[in-house]
Nanobody, 117 residues
Framework: QVQLVESGGGLVQAGGSLRLSCAAS????????TAWYRQAPGKQRELVAA???????NYADSVKGRFTISRDNAKRAVYLQMNSLKAEDTAVYYC???????????WGQGTQVTVSS
């Protein structure tokens, strides 16, 4: 059974930091590309940051310079370090793992991040 379990969300003041973690099980993690998405109330889910199985990263313009995505294949985990948080970063953050060879992907259940201004 495939599971992606996010943790690390919470309430933080603007300007603060949080580190999200996503632990994977039930998949050969090292062959999956991974990413963090977020969905704010009334808005569509959007890509925040992605990291390929080879370690190549890309970021949404809105988070460049503030967020850092990383992964540890040995621990089957992907992380999102979020600094200089803004109220507009408030959303549910989701972890995704996708197998590039066929596009099969899996979502986590999400973790709430709330930034107070």
């Amino acid at each position: 059974q495939v599971q992606l379990v996010e943790s690390g969300g919470g309430l933080v003041q603007a300007g603060g930091s949080l580190r999200l973690s996503c632990a994977a099980s039930g998949i050969i993690f090292s062959i999956y590309d991974t990413a963090w998405y977020r969905q704010a109330p009334g808005k569509q889910r959007e890509l925040v940051a992605a990291i390929t199985r080879a370690g190549r990263t890309n970021y949404a313009d809105s988070v460049k310079g503030r967020f850092t995505i990383s992964r540890d294949n040995a621990k089957r985990a992907v992380y999102l370090q979020m600094n200089s948080l803004k109220a507009e970063d408030t959303a549910v953050y989701y972890c995704r793992a996708e197998r590039p060879v066929d596009g099969i992907g899996h979502w986590g259940q999400g973790t709430q991040v709330t930034v107070s201004s």
